[in-house]
């Protein structure tokens, strides 16, 4: 059912791959099925173009990559939220007032299930994850996924299944730039998803990468506290009754920091800032 692999949800494909990957091994050795015939049905390159019809004196967008990116609103990496992974095209306005699309820019589209040994599913729209080109090309690249052992955005909030903690004891003076201490990942809840967790961090090297940004820790723990909830509620109240927010509201006009779980896709480091500022 082409239908069911162009647009079928992970555990779909995972089945359809189940049951076509064992006709694979009755195919001659010699066949140019997988190696021709199926990545010219389900073109990869056709759809990845940057959207835009040469041939076409308007350069209207057509639909593509990059306007599937744009259609999720996913502006940060699912694997690492590290890497903005927003969309944009480039344009100039022409003399008769219609807009020339010059060219698009787009973040990777990560398989899941690697195109490379599953063609068929190279188009397939829940196999294709917008992704930084760290997570994608140098970290995860061709590495075989399966649902049971790594987590797969389009299933799994993985913000909900971890969280950051530091190792450091008690507050820290504000203007401190360097104390000895780690961020550290840990589970937020025990059971089956442990493993699928353990394996994108591992893969994704999010331990070592997110211990390079302790100085946007510190920063965050000394906007903590000049930002106390008491002294947030301060502000608040303040202000006229017809111009008060939440607290969420007011430290996210504060700091220019998002601040709610439901945001965590709108800016890199955003799981890392809601959970530093729990902790303190």
Not at 22 to 44: A, E, G, M, Q, V
Not at 121 to 127: D, F, K, T, V
Not at 227 to 252: C, F, G, M, S, W
Request: glycine fraction near 4%; charge should be positive; hydrophobic fraction near 30%.
């Amino acid at each position: 059912n082409l239908e069911n692999i162009l647009i079928g949800e992970p555990c779909l494909l995972d089945d359809i791959r189940n049951k076509i990957e064992p006709f694979r091994k009755n195919l001659p050795k010699r066949s140019k099925l997988y190696d021709n015939i199926l990545p010219h049905i389900f073109n990869y390159s056709s759809f990845s173009k940057d959207g835009s019809d040469l041939n076409n004196p308007d350069r209207k967008l057509k639909w593509g990559a990059y306007k599937y990116i744009q259609s999720l609103g996913i502006r940060s990496c699912p694997y690492c939220n590290r890497q903005f992974t927003f969309s944009i095209t480039v344009s100039r306005l022409k003399k008769d007032g219609k807009t020339l699309t010059l060219k698009t820019i787009k973040p990777e589209l990560d398989h899941f299930f690697p195109k490379s040994k599953y063609p068929y599913l190279a188009i397939s729209l829940y196999n294709l994850i917008p992704s930084c080109t760290l997570c994608n090309c140098r970290l995860k690249h061709e590495r075989e996924f399966e649902l049971k052992t790594h987590l797969n955005p389009f299933i799994d909030s993985f913000h909900k299944l971890y969280k950051f903690k530091t190792t450091l004891q008690g507050t820290v003076p504000m203007g401190t730039s360097d104390p000895d201490f780690e961020i550290i990942l840990e589970h937020q809840e025990k059971g089956e998803t442990d493993n699928r967790v353990e394996g994108n961090i591992d893969v994704f090297c999010l331990r070592g990468l997110y211990n390079e940004h302790k100085d946007f820790v510190l920063t965050i723990i000394n906007n903590s506290i000049s930002y106390h909830q008491d002294h947030i509620d301060e502000i608040n109240d303040l202000l006229p009754q017809q111009a008060r927010v939440t607290r969420n509201e007011l430290k996210r006009i504060i700091t220019g920091d998002y601040l709610d779980e439901k945001d965590i896709s709108k800016e890199p480091l955003t799981k890392l800032k809601i959970d530093i500022c729990k902790e303190y």
